[in-house]
C-alpha cells in the first residue's frame, strides 16, 4: 500500500480540521486534493507527512509509519517556496537534499536539467522568480526518485510555460510509476492532470473519479459574432457569449458538427482552444457553489 | 557531518560571521588604541593618587605637632614620628615614579606601605586598609623578584594582561548574552521563516537535527573565542615589546593569595569554553522550545543576567551554571571551584542538550 490512512483526526481545541478520515492509495497515479482556500489542504498534508502530529488515527506512507523518519527516503513532500533559504542557492539546495539521501553530486545536474533549472542553479534564491522557486522545489522533490510525492499547491503562481512544464513533469513521473497526491485549487489545472479527484470538505474526504463528470469546451474567438451565434442556437448547441466570441459546450460526437458548422458559417475564426472540465459541477455540487 | 556542514555554510552565508568577527576586532582594536594613549596618564594618576596620600599626612603631621607644642603625649609623639617617616617615604616614591625608576617606585610602594601599617597601628589617618597595603606589598615583593614593572591592570598592553582586560570586559554575562542572541537566532529564525518545515521532512531524525543545531552553535562560539583570544594576544604582541616572564605577572586573588597570569588565562579559557558549552545548550533548548526570536530572546537574556545575579548575592555555590557565567569572578574570590566548575558546566549543557533533543522528537513543525 502507497498511502494507507485509519481513522485520522485533528483537532484544535474546539475545531475539527479532520474527521475520522481514512484513505488507500495502491497505485501509481496522480490524485489531486481538492477544496476551496482555507479548508485544511495544506494541513492535511502536513499531517500525513508528520510536520503536524494527528489528533489520532494512523498513517502509513510506503508501508512504513509516517512517525518514522525513513519514510522521507521516499516519500516527498514539495510544501510551498517559504520552506526555501533566500540566502542559498538553487544548488546548495538540491546539494543539501542530494546529502541528505546519500545521492551522487551529479544528480544535481541531471535533476537541473530535467526541470530546466540548469541557467539559474547558482544564483541565490532570493533572486528567483515565483516559477522559478516551484522548479527548485520541484527538483528537490523528485532527486531521489520517490515512490510516493506529495505536493502543496505546485501550479499556484505560475506562468503558462512553468505551468505547462510542471503539468508534464507531472504526467511522465506518474507514467513511470511514482505516486503523486497534489493539492490545488484550480480545477482547470487539476482536470488537466487527473481524473482522480479528492475533495475536502468539512474534515472530511470525498474520493472520486472525474469520468462521469467529464465536459468538453471549445473556445472559438471569431471577427465577428454575428451569423454563428444564430447558427449556434440553431442548431441547439449549449454556449455562452465570451468577450471576442463562445464557448460552446461539446459532446464527443458533436466535434464534426461544430466544425461544418463554422464551416457553413463562413466566419473568420481567428482562434479555437480545446478545454476540458469535470471536477468544476462536481465542485459546485460539492461545496454547494450558489449561482450569482 | 554532511547536516553539520550544510549548517556551517549557512552560517556563513548569513553574513553573521562577518559581523561577529569584525565588530570584535574593532572593540579589541579600540580598546588597545585606547591603553597604548593613556599609558601617560597611569603615571600621572599615580603621581596624583600618592600626592593626595601626601597631602593628607603633611596635614596630619602639622597638626600633630601643633598638638604636641600644647600639650605633648607618647602616642602623639609616636604617631608624629611614624608621620614625618611616612611622608618621607611617599615624598621619594613620587619622585621615583616621576623619574620612571620602576624597580625604586616597588621598592618605594612597599616601604610606603609598611609605613602606612605603622602609622594606622599608631592611630593614623590613611585612605587604604591594612588587607589592602600587605597586599602591595605582598605583590610588589613579587614583582621585584621577578624583575617586572608594575602593570595597570585595566590598561595595560602587555599581552597576557591586555587579554584579561579584554576578557573580564567581554567574556561576562553581557558578552555571553549578545553573542548567544546572535547565534540563537539561526535557531529561532529557521522556525519563522518556515524553513525547518523543509529539513524535517528529509529522512533525518528530529534529535540530530537539534544535535546539529547545538553544534553548528557551539563551533561558531568556539571559532568566535579563538578568534578573540588570538586577537587579544597577537595585537600587542606584535605591536609593542614584551616584557619577559610577563605570563608569572602576579594577580591578587580576593583571599590575598597571588596568582599567575598565565594560570589565570588558562582558567579563563577553560571556563569560557565550559559557560560556551553551556549557554549554546540552553540557547538550543529555549530556541526548539519556543522557536519565536523576540520570546527566546527575551528568555535568554532573563536567564543570563538572572543568573548571573543571584550568583553574585550569595548563590555562587559550586553546581549552580550561573557562577561560571563571570569567570573573572570566579577565579579571583572562587579558586577552588577549578576545575570541577567545568565538569559542572558540561554535565548541566549534557542534560539541557538531551532535554532538548527529547522535547523536539515527538513535537510537529507546522501549524
Known amino acids: ?292 | 557531518m554532511r547536516l553539520l556542514l550544510f549548517e556551517m555554510k549557512k552560517m556563513t552565508r548569513t553574513r553573521l560571521l562577518f559581523f561577529l568577527a569584525a565588530g570584535t576586532l574593532l572593540l579589541i582594536g579600540a580598546i588597545f588604541i585606547r591603553n597604548v594613549l593613556q599609558q601617560d596618564m597611569v603615571t600621572a594618576e599615580k603621581v596624583e593618587s600618592f600626592s593626595n596620600h601626601l597631602q593628607d599626612v603633611s596635614s596630619q603631621n602639622r597638626t600633630d605637632l601643633m598638638m604636641m607644642e600644647d600639650e605633648p603625649s607618647d602616642e602623639l609623639e609616636l604617631r608624629l614620628n611614624k608621620g614625618l617617616d611616612l611622608q618621607d617615604k611617599l615624598n621619594e616614591l613620587i619622585d621615583s615614579i616621576s623619574k620612571g625608576l620602576r624597580e625604586d617606585e616597588l621598592q618605594g610602594e612597599i616601604e610606603v606601605s609598611r609605613s602606612a601599617i605603622a602609622y594606622k597601628d599608631a592611630r593614623g589617618r590613611y585612605t587604604m586598609s591594612h588587607a589592602d597595603l600587605e597586599d602591595t606589598i605582598r605583590l610588589n615583593e613579587q614583582l621585584l623578584a621577578l624583575g617586572l614593572p608594575k602593570e595597570d591592570p585595566d590598561r595595560s598592553n602587555q599581552p597576557p594582561l591586555f587579554m584579561k582586560q579584554m576578557m573580564v570586559l567581554v567574556l561576562n554575562p553581557v558578552g555571553y548574552t549578545v553573542l548567544f542572541l546572535l547565534l540563537g537566532i539561526s535557531i529561532t529564525r529557521e522556525f519563522e521563516d518556515r524553513n525547518m518545515r523543509m529539513v524535517y521532512a528529509f529522512p533525518v531524525p528530529r534529535w540530530r537535527v537539534v544535535l546539529v543545531k547545538f553544534t553548528s552553535l557551539l563551533l561558531v562560539a568556539m571559532a568566535w573565542l579563538v578568534y578573540f583570544l588570538l586577537l587579544s594576544y597577537l595585537l600587542p604582541t606584535l605591536v609593542m615589546e614584551t616584557r619577559e616572564q610577563i605570563f608569572d605577572y602576579p594577580l591578587l586573588l580576593t583571599s590575598g593569595e597571588l596568582m599567575r597570569v598565565g594560570s589565570y588565562i588558562n582558567e579563563a579559557v577553560l571556563y569560557s569554553a565550559g559557560t560556551l558549552f553551556f549557554a549554546a545548550a540552553m540557547v538550543t533548548l529555549i530556541g526548539f522550545g519556543f522557536r519565536q526570536t523576540i520570546v527566546s530572546s527575551v528568555i535568554i537574556t532573563a536567564l543570563f543576567t538572572g543568573g548571573w545575579m543571584l550568583a553574585r548575592n550569595g548563590m555562587d555555590v559550586f553546581l549552580n551554571p550561573f557562577t561560571y557565567v563571570s569567570g573573572n569572578q570566579v577565579i579571583l574570590s572562587q579558586p577552588a571551584f577549578y576545575p570541577g566548575g567545568i565538569l559542572v558546566l558540561l554535565i548541566v549543557s549534557i542534560v539541557l542538550l538531551f532535554a532538548a533533543m527529547w522535547s523536539n522528537q515527538r513535537r510537529g513543525v507546522a501549524k
Open chain 1, 1 to 292: 500500500m502507497i498511502v494507507a490512512i485509519k481513522n485520522l483526526s485533528k483537532q484544535y481545541k474546539k475545531q475539527q480540521v479532520l474527521r475520522d478520515i481514512s484513505l488507500s492509495i495502491d497505485s501509481p497515479g496522480i490524485w489531486a486534493l481538492v477544496g476551496p482556500n482555507g479548508v485544511g489542504k495544506t494541513t492535511f498534508l502536513n499531517i500525513v507527512t508528520n510536520l503536524i502530529p494527528a489528533t489520532s488515527g494512523s498513517v502509513e506512507l510506503v508501508g512504513k509509519s509516517n512517525k518514522n523518519y525513513k519514510v522521507f527516503k521516499e516519500v516527498s513532500y514539495l510544501q510551498d517556496n517559504t520552506v526555501l533559504f533566500d540566502y542559498l542557492t538553487g544548488y546548495d539546495h538540491l546539494k543539501y537534499v542530494c546529502d541528505m539521501h546519500r545521492l551522487p553530486a551529479k544528480r544535481i545536474r541531471e535533476v537541473a536539467s530535467y526541470v530546466g533549472m540548469e541557467n539559474y542553479l547558482r544564483k541565490t534564491v532570493g533572486n528567483y522568480s515565483l516559477g522559478m522557486k516551484q522548479h527548485l522545489l520541484l527538483a528537490m522533490a523528485i532527486i531521489n526518485e520517490p515512490k510516493l510525492l506529495l505536493l502543496d499547491e505546485p501550479l499556484n503562481g505560475l506562468d503558462p510555460t512553468s505551468a505547462i512544464m510542471m503539468r508534464r513533469i507531472l504526467l511522465e513521473l506518474a507514467d513511470k510509476g511514482t505516486t503523486i497526491i497534489l493539492s490545488s485549487h484550480n480545477l482547470s489545472e487539476v482536470d488537466r492532470v487527473t481524473k482522480q479527484i479528492i475533495f475536502l470538505k468539512d474534515g472530511k474526504l470525498i474520493e472520486e473519479n472525474m469520468d462521469q463528470y467529464e465536459q468538453v469546451y471549445y473556445q472559438v474567438t471569431v471577427k465577428k459574432k454575428s451569423p454563428l451565434k444564430e447558427l449556434l442556437t440553431e442548431k441547439a448547441f449549449v454556449f455562452d457569449e465570451t468577450g471576442s466570441g463562445f464557448r460552446i459546450l461539446l459532446g464527443s460526437h458533436e466535434f464534426q458538427s461544430l466544425l461544418d458548422l463554422l464551416q457553413q458559417s463562413d466566419v473568420d475564426v481567428l482562434d479555437m482552444q480545446k478545454e476540458i472540465t469535470g471536477s468544476e459541477k462536481r465542485y459546485e455540487e460539492v461545496f454547494e457553489v450558489g449561482s450569482l
